[in-house]
């Protein structure tokens, strides 16, 4: 069974600063089924990210994403107020699996 | 607008038994896989079910098969997790998503959720 560790927990960073995301496979996995999600307090997940780099509709350009193997990150060019909130890796394989998350919260 | 709306969420005694329903709109519901997703208070995502569009295939996760089935009514667009002999750890927002395969997968339009409570 794969495991998608995602660091940091928790990623404190200002507005206009720029975020890098990580999520690790417990081993090599195909990036076509790699995506990441958005999620704010009280809401569902949001699509952000699928095959590893392709964004998902209506998903703003300084959101990207990127990797192979066992090494994906997604990338926030510059920080808007709206960004701060939970992201989610995932990768399908026989199943559906998804990182515990990381936090990203205003510094 | 695509939409997907749960419900059947509630506060169930361990070992009772509950059915969620997701009704969607706006799309050709037959023509998608759909899955059902949980969250724990305070936790990450945890992958629960799929099922195909035709209702053929159906696929769980390790920590609820044998306690859960999904079905689906075409005729109604309507999802459904039947959950039985429900434990503590079972307590969750459940989350209908719709299922993508083309391009990878993902589930691109998901529901508000339904709370799940299992306690005594």
């Known amino acids: 069974e794969i495991v998608l560790t995602q660091s940091p927990g928790t990623l404190s960073l200002s507005p206009g600063e720029r975020a890098t995301l990580s999520c690790r496979a417990s081993?090599?996995?195909?990036?076509?089924?790699l995506a990441w999600y958005q999620q704010k307090p009280g809401q569902a997940p949001r699509l952000l990210i699928y095959?590893?780099?392709t964004r998902a509709t209506g998903i703003p350009d300084r959101f990207s994403g990127s990797g192979s193997e066992t090494d994906f990150t997604l990338t926030i060019s510059r920080l808007e107020p709206e960004d701060f909130a939970v992201y989610h890796c995932?990768?399908?394989?026989?199943?559906?699996?998804f990182g515990q998350g990381t936090k990203l919260e205003i510094k | 607008e695509v939409q997907l709306v749960e419900s059947g969420g509630g506060l169930v005694q361990p070992g009772g038994s509950l059915r969620l329903s997701c009704a969607a709109s706006?799309?050709?519901?037959?023509?998608?896989?759909m899955s059902w997703v949980r969250q724990a208070p305070g936790k990450g995502l945890e992958w629960v079910s799929s099922?195909?569009?035709?209702?053929?295939?159906?696929y769980y996760a390790a920590s609820v098969r044998g306690r859960v089935s999904i079905s689906r009514d075409n005729s109604m667009n309507t999802l459904y997790l039947q959950m039985s002999s429900l434990r503590a750890e079972d307590a969750a927002v459940y989350y209908c998503?719709?299922?993508?395969?083309?391009?990878?997968?993902?589930?691109?339009?998901w529901g508000q959720g339904t709370l799940v409570t299992v306690s005594s």
């Open positions: 998503a719709r299922d993508i395969y083309t391009g990878g997968r993902r589930h691109d339009c």
């Open positions: 706006g799309f050709t519901f037959i023509n998608y896989a």
């Open positions: 099922i195909s569009g035709s209702g053929g295939s159906t």
């Open positions: 081993q090599s996995v195909s990036s076509t089924h």
């Open positions: 095959a590893a780099s």
């Open positions: 995932q990768h399908y394989g026989s199943s559906y699996t």
